[in-house]
C-alpha cells in the first residue's frame, strides 16, 4: 500500500486551519458529496495533500456509513470529517389540509406520464437520517469533525458529538439568523453557504415561496457579515474552484473554503459519467435552482427535468425517493437530461484528473496567486 501520510508539510506561509484540537495544514475542505460522488478514496487524497475530506453520510443506514468509515480509515491516518443530514420534520405529518399530500400525488402523476427510459416512479417517504445511531458509529470511529446541513443540531446533538464523539461541531448556514441560533447551540465552526453553491441549499427551511428556498445572499456577502458578527471560524462555500477565491473568501474573514463542484470530476470522485459528460463537454449553458428531482432547492445544471419541474414542490425527502428510479434508469441509459446534475455556478472550472494535481493546484495558487 502506498505511503498516504507523506511527510508533514513545509511552512508555505499559508494559514492552516484550527477548529478546536483539529488543525488542516491547508485552509481547504472537500465538500462532503452524498449520492455518490464523495468516496474513501476522494477523502484519503485530500487528506493526504494536506486538506480536509469530509465523508458524506446523508442518505446512508448508519451500518453502511460505519463500513464506509472502516473503508476510509484502511486508506488514511490523516484527520477526516463526517457530515450527516438533519432532515427536519416530516412535511406530510403536518398536512391537516391534505393540500401537500394532493400536490405530491399530482407530482407522480406528472412524472408517471414522461418517458423516462420505461422506469416508475418510487414511493415517496419519510426518513429521519437515523441520526442518533449514526452519532453512536462516530463515538466508535471518532472523525475529526463533525458537521451538519439543513437545520439546527440543538444543544442536546451539539453535547453528544462533544462527550461522545469527541470531536468540534461544524453547523451549515445560510444566512445571518441561522448562524445566530447554530451558535446558541453551541456550533464550533459555521459553514457558510451561499447561493452559489452546488447541489442542496443548506436552508433550513426550504420556504415555498421563495423560488430557491431563501434569499438569495451571494458567499462573499455572507462571509463578509457572518465572520463579522461570530468567534467560531466561518468555511466558506459556494462557487469557490481556485485558490485566487479562496484567498478572497479568507480576506473577507473566513478560515477555509468548502469546494464541492471543483472535485465532481476528480478521478477518485464517484460522479457518474453522464455528471461528468455534462460538466465537462459543458452540455449544458446554465445552472437553476430547483425542487424537481429531491423536493428541496439544489442547484443543479439546467436540464430538461429541471427545466419541465420547475414548480415542484418542497416536499423533502419524499420527492428524493419518488424520482429515485428515474434518475437510476437515466443514469444507466447515460442520459444526463434526467439526472440531478449539481453544479454551482463555478462549474465551468471544473477539472479532471487526480485529486492530488487538483490540491496541488489550489495550493500553488493559494501560495502565489493564479
Ligand atoms: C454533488 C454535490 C453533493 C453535495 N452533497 C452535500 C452533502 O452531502 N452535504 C453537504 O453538507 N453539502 C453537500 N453539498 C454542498 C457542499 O457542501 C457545498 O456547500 C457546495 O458544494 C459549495 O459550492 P460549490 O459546489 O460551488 O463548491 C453538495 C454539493 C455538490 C456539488
Redesign the pocket.
Known sequence: MPDRHGPDRVDTGIPSLTIGDLTVALPIVC?????G??TPALVAEVGAAGGLG?V???YLSAAALSELLDDVEGRTDRPYGV?L?LSGPDPLADDPSGLRARALADYRSELAAEDRHGAEPGDPRYSDEEVADKITVLAAHRPALV???FGDPGPAVVGRVHEEVGAPVAV?VTSLAEAGVAIDSGADAL?V?GI?????R?VWIDDPALSAGGPRVP?ADLVRTISAAVDVPVIA?????DGAAIRSMMSLGAAAA?????F?CCDEAG?STPHRRALLGRIYTDTVITRAFSGRSA?SLRNDFAMRHLDAPALYPHIHHLTKPLRAAATAADDPDGINL??????RAVTDGPAADLMARLTAELIDGP
Do not use: D
Open positions: 465538500a462532503p458529496m452524498a449520492g460522488p464523495t469530509m458524506a453520510a446523508g457530515n443530514f458537521s451538519v446541513t451549515t459553514i453557504q452559489e453553491a452546488g447541489g442542496h443548506g458567499t462555500a459556494g462557487g469557490v474552484t468548502q469546494l464541492g463542484t471543483a465532481l460522479t442547484r449539481w453544479a454551482g455556478t463555478g462549474w
